[in-house]
């Protein structure tokens, strides 16, 4: 079984500096660029980093958030957008443990949340509300 795991894009960051699963991810931004889903990289705001992730899980094989393991800037503000494309199920259910925040991702579009900045070598651990999809990001 694939798994579709969170897929994280620092707004100055090519798709080729993904710590896991590049192609897999260029596949599904080009993927869903084509299917009409409006990506927005573009950068945030002075001292903002934009983070970028995908959930999945329906009638396919990758199912669940992309990539597993990412890295982003530490001291820095991030707006982290979780966007879908007709996901159901599981990945739908977004929660930061840490920040003790659990939200219900709609179907297809956007979510927007603010991680404040976090300190060098923290970690930001995800996971669905089963346990069974799970990412990480290292800020470094």
């Known amino acids: 079984m694939l798994r579709l795991s969170f897929f994280f894009l ?4 090519p ?3 993904l710590d896991q699963g590049t ?5 599904i931004l080009k993927n869903w660029a084509a299917k009409g889903m409006d990506i927005n990289a573009s ?3 002075e001292g903002t980093q934009n983070l970028i992730v995908f959930a999945q899980e329906g009638f396919t ?3 669940g958030y992309f990539p597993l393991k990412t890295t982003a800037q530490a001291g820095k503000k991030s707006i982290l957008r979780v966007y879908t494309n007709r ?3 599981c990945s739908q259910t977004f929660n930061l443990p840490d ?5 219900m991702l709609p179907s297809t579009g956007v979510e927007e949340f603010e991680i404040p900045p976090m300190e060098k070598g923290s970690h ?3 996971v669905c509300d089963m346990g069974i999809y799970t990412f990480d990001i290292v800020f470094n």
């Open 15 to 17: 798709l080729s500096a």
């Open 23 to 27: 192609s897999t991810a260029e596949e």
């Open 61 to 63: 094989l990758e199912n």
């Open 124 to 126: 930001l651990k995800g």
């Open 43 to 45: 950068s945030v705001g």
């Open 87 to 89: 996901t159901m199920g």
């Open 99 to 103: 920040f003790h925040l659990s939200a």
């Open 10 to 13: 620092i707004a100055t960051a």
